[in-house]
């Protein structure tokens, strides 16, 4: 959570749990029909949002009330992020899209690039760019207005997890190809990190 208090955790048992920094299970949020793949908290700390195989996004109040069911992708949603502003979610999906939406539940952009499923989607932190991750070997770059900017390539598996750099003029990209590489968006160039004998199907930045 953004105050360092409380966790939250995704399951393949159709819930989504909150804990205590100290490992105490304080709530289980129950409500999708499927697993539960990706979970982010609202940067004011007030809302869960929550991404599944069963094709929704569902937002909840930090108290474990469901608020809302965002319905509109043909397919499982991998992953979901609040925007830094608080106002908008971006969801990714299997059917190959990305979609922004208002918190208030309104589908707003539908981004359409992609050739197979998309497994991540992250903000910038100024909120003026979204990336996304997918199995066809690339991460998309886009604007907040939902135009393509940039296509980076040089993984040769599915892109399972990305992240921003503080400053935005990096990411970090993990990939089934079982290397992590760091691009510097605005040279198109990228470092390469191995060792890995497993995928990298998570990545964070300090």
Do not use: M
Request: net charge negative.
């Amino acid at each position: 959570s953004p105050n360092g208090k409380q966790i939250a955790s995704a399951s393949e048992d159709r819930t989504v749990k909150i804990w205590s920094i100290e490992g105490e299970e304080l709530l289980t949020l129950k409500g999708h029909n499927s697993s539960v793949y990706s979970v982010a908290f609202s940067p004011n700390g007030k809302q869960i949002a929550s991404a599944s195989n069963d094709r929704t996004v569902k937002i909840w109040s930090i108290e474990g009330e469901e608020l809302l069911t965002l319905k509109g992708h043909n397919g499982s949603v991998y992953s979901v992020a609040f925007s830094p502003n608080g106002e908008q979610i971006a969801s990714a999906s299997g059917d190959r899209t990305i979609k922004i939406w208002s918190v208030d539940g309104r589908e707003l952009l539908t981004f359409k690039g992609h050739n197979n499923f998309v497994f991540n989607v992250a903000f910038s932190h100024n909120g003026k760019q979204i990336a996304s991750a997918s199995k066809d070997g690339s991460i998309r770059l886009w604007s907040i207005d939902g135009e393509e900017l940039q296509i980076l390539k040089g993984h040769s598996g599915g892109i399972c997890s990305i992240a921003f750099s503080p400053d935005d003029r990096q990411l970090a990209s993990g990939s089934w190809d079982k290397t992590i590489k760091i691009w510097w968006i605005d040279d198109k160039y990228w470092q390469t990190l191995k060792g890995d004998t497993k995928d990298d199907t998570s990545v964070a930045v300090s």
